[in-house]
């Protein structure tokens, strides 16, 4: 979806690296939520932003959500192998459009051990 | 409980046949959604059905496509006739009522091949 961009594409590190990925909305944001694909098998929900400024954690992924630059980033500290696979950022970018999600492309993300 | 709970796994057709998938959302929860994942498009919300109405079809992409929910805890997307461009990942997701509404859990996902 052009509405949301994620960045970077892919990315490889060495496990134990840290690292983050963003993701940017072209229009207002009403809550951002964070998803994780492995290949074949369905999204798995991770966390959910709705609040400017909110900051949310689980194990070692944390979220955030900077609501003036229309953008959220997760932070993967001391990766490990397992945290590899897609990573999806999901938006309510439209006032009105209820439970409506619009998704980003995704980020691959490999940990080499 | 189980989760979202979709069939088939795989499903390979040929062109022209008429292709049903099927759905069993999470109990309690009063949303459902289809979504098609594809490499060029990425995740694409084909519709939603809230109280097994359903809410916004503008993501359907032709008349080919429709999509039930004659209860609560079974929905269904047919294609007819299918098309090797149908060909993708389809995800049946579902999330509860009031504000956890975005917090959607999918399923496994159907794999479409149309030949």
């Known amino acids: 979806s052009q509405e949301l961009e994620q960045s970077p594409q892919s990315l490889i590190v060495q496990e134990g690296k840290n690292l983050t990925i963003n993701c940017t909305s072209s229009k207002t944001l009403y809550g951002l939520y964070w998803y994780k694909q492995k290949y074949g098998e369905g999204l798995i929900f991770l966390m959910m932003?709705?609040?400017?400024?909110e900051e949310k954690s689980h194990e070692k992924i944390t979220a955030k959500l900077d609501e003036k630059k229309q953008q959220s980033s997760l932070h993967i500290t001391a990766s490990q192998p397992s945290h590899a696979g897609i990573y999806l950022c999901?938006?309510?970018?439209?006032?009105?459009?209820?439970?409506?999600?619009?998704f980003g492309e995704g980020t691959q993300l490999t940990v080499n051990p | 409980d189980a989760g979202v709970i979709q069939s088939p796994r795989h499903e390979v057709t040929e062109m022209g046949q008429e292709v049903t998938l099927r759905c069993k959302p999470i109990?309690?929860?009063?949303?459902l959604f289809w979504y098609r994942q594809t490499m060029m498009r990425g995740l694409e919300l084909l519709i939603y059905?809230?109280?097994?109405?359903?809410?916004?079809d503008s993501g359907m992409p032709e008349d080919r496509f429709s999509a039930k929910m004659p209860n609560a805890s079974f929905s269904t997307l047919k294609i007819q006739p299918s098309e090797p461009r149908d060909s993708a990942v389809y995800f049946c997701a579902s999330s509860p009522p009031g504000l956890a509404s975005y917090e959607q859990y999918f399923g496994p996902g159907t794999r479409l091949t149309v030949t």
């Open positions: 059905f809230n109280n097994n109405v359903p809410i916004d």
């Open positions: 999901g938006a309510d970018i439209e006032e009105t459009s209820g439970s409506r999600l619009t």
């Open positions: 109990s309690g929860h009063d949303y």
């Open positions: 932003l709705q609040k400017g400024g």
